[in-house]
């Protein structure tokens, strides 16, 4: 059988496209014009008697053939990378790349958690963390410019690409304060909320809904003196007595220890949730696997009341 004509200056030119997002940022990078890197990118989808991007208005997505030609495409050149540097003389050992995505609502240091076995088991994996909202993150999932999104909620079925949903877990909150906002709200947890100086994240997040949510169903009208979208600000204001902070129990400890917090009451079922979202059902990518699988630990902590 014969084998099909593939031109690799046009291939690479597709990749950097992908990779970059754009016609423009591609051009700039390699210092060509987007006239000659459209038309060269034409000449592979003619090659390939595939098209590899739909072109909506000024924008490019990759299509599901535009997706496999990348993965593979980026396969290709890491070998021609590592094929040089094992010429030259250098350790041979590949690194293994994982492109994340994290919604902007979801704690960091939880988020950090997830990834950290990945890393500790994968000493060659090279990370790259983008940090976004959900659907900027998920065009970006789809366009193949990420292997997964963690999120704080699952990928909408509305979607003009199939993703699926992997649920790690769901951590409930303790609220926490200084030592002195401790001391006076204890007492009667939860009615001792009712007018207490509480700090939030933004009404426009998951995590948010669900802790409004609770306060309803508690009939508690705290004061919003207020809200952030960093959980490490939040914290940080909290540590300096601005007011009193939902903490993920996964990472209270660290809340306690770095930022001298106390646990006002018990922990309370008004948390979030945390969500792999991949394009395909089985996750092939090894560090994805192990984020999926060691995700329990992070999530472990029990409620002590179901308040």
């Not at 704690?107 to 500790?120: E, F, G, N, S, Y």
Request: charged share 20%.
């Amino acid at each position: 059988m014969n084998e099909l004509p593939l031109n690799y200056h046009h291939l690479r030119l597709f990749w950097e496209v992908a990779r970059a997002g754009s016609l423009r940022a591609a051009a700039t990078r390699l210092h060509l014009s987007q006239p000659t890197i459209s038309a060269q990118i034409k000449s592979l989808e003619t090659e390939l008697d595939e098209r590899l991007f739909d072109r909506t208005g000024r924008g490019l997505k990759l299509t599901p053939a535009g997706i496999l030609v990348m993965e593979c495409a980026a396969e290709i050149f890491s070998l021609g990378t590592e094929m040089v540097r094992s010429l030259h003389g250098f350790s041979s050992t590949r690194n293994l790349r994982l492109n994340v995505g994290v919604t902007e609502s979801l704690p960091k240091h939880v988020v950090w958690r997830l990834i950290r076995p990945a890393m500790q088991s994968l000493p060659n994996l090279q990370l790259s963390c983008v940090e976004g909202r959900a659907q900027e993150l998920l065009g970006s999932l789809a366009a193949g410019r990420l292997d997964v999104v963690i999120s704080d909620e699952p990928a909408p079925s509305s979607l003009p690409v199939k993703t699926f949903n992997h649920p790690l877990g769901e951590s409930p909150v303790v609220f926490c304060g200084t030592p002195e906002l401790a001391r006076k709200f204890t007492q009667n947890f939860p009615t001792s909320l009712k007018d207490a100086p509480i700090l939030l994240p933004p009404n426009r997040t998951a995590w948010r809904h669900e802790i409004d949510r609770w306060l309803d169903s508690h009939r508690i009208r705290p004061r919003i003196v207020a809200e952030f979208d960093d959980a490490a600000l939040m914290k940080t204001a909290a540590a300096d007595g601005l007011g009193i902070a939902p903490i993920a129990a996964a990472v209270l400890d660290d809340a306690i220890r770095r930022y001298g917090l106390k646990p006002i009451g018990r922990p309370v079922r008004c948390g979030f949730s945390c969500h792999l979202i991949t394009l395909e059902r089985a996750m092939r990518h090894p560090a994805v696997s192990i984020i999926s699988a060691e995700s329990k630990s992070v999530f472990q902590k029990k409620l002590l009341s179901k308040t």
